[in-house]
């Protein structure tokens, strides 16, 4: 369903396949809220029953995002990053403090970019409430992070950034992505700490991994699945 909200783009995208509705984690909801000037999808997850649920990558606009917070009724259990650029980071202190809720994430490589956020704005040329950050929890390769019994396995893929993580949900064939791998693109890699050769690797050894039938939201744009940039992303050919 579509709502606009704010003049900016705001939409529920529940994840509906028959396999899905079969498991007792069909019930992972998503909404996207595009924030910042570089046109984020900060991305809200949460449970239909609960409403328990996490915001990803709140790079500013917090106003937009908390009033998409409560169209939702969704409760708040914490703030996931999957890495230290201003359009995913900026707004996290601001929202941590507004919630009370942790910062988990991204992978701790990305230190100079949380810490340098005020200085990413300066160097956007960009004003307003840009915040450096201080996540409560790291996370590594291997790892879990969940909400409402949802479960997602944690992959460190640096070369867009090096602490970047993604967010992988097996139950509902679900990933997020961060700036890893975009529909028919790949993430930059001209920003301090970008690296291609690091970033072809991450997706290769990691994303591509996963089956076709995986769906997954990145940070910027619409949504894809791993067969249909598998098939056809010109990056990865
Ligand atoms: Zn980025
Ligand atoms: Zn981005």
Avoid at 159 to 175: E, I
Avoid at 206 to 225: E, N, R, V
């Amino acid at each position: 369903m579509g709502v606009p909200y704010f003049g900016a783009p705001f939409f529920v995208w529940p994840i509906t396949t028959a396999t899905v509705e079969d498991t007792p984690l069909a019930n992972l909801q998503i909404a996207i809220v595009q924030v910042t000037a570089f046109q984020q999808n900060c991305t809200l997850m949460w449970d239909e029953d609960t409403k328990e649920g996490v915001v990803v990558d709140p790079g500013g606009d917090i106003d937009q995002i908390q009033a998409a917070i409560l169209e939702t009724g969704m409760k708040v259990t914490a703030i996931w990053l999957t890495h230290g650029h201003i359009d995913h980071a900026a707004g996290a202190m601001d929202l941590k403090e507004a919630l009370d809720v942790e910062i988990i994430g991204p992978h701790k490589d990305d230190v100079p970019l949380l810490s340098g956020l005020e200085e990413q704005a300066r160097m956007f040329g960009l004003e307003g409430a840009v915040r450096n950050c201080e996540p409560d929890r790291w996370l590594n390769e291997g790892e879990t992070v969940s909400f409402a019994g949802h479960e997602f396995a944690v992959f460190h893929c640096p070369g867009h950034a090096p602490g970047h993580v993604v967010f992988y949900n097996q139950a509902t064939k679900f990933a997020h992505v961060g700036d890893v791998l975009f529909a028919g693109s790949i993430g930059r890699t001209d920003l301090p700490g970008g690296n291609h050769d690091a970033l072809i690797q991450s997706i290769k050894t990691k994303l591509m991994k996963w089956p076709d039938d995986i769906q997954f939201i990145c940070g910027h744009g619409p949504a894809s699945s791993i067969g249909k940039e598998r098939a056809s992303n010109p990056f990865l050919t």
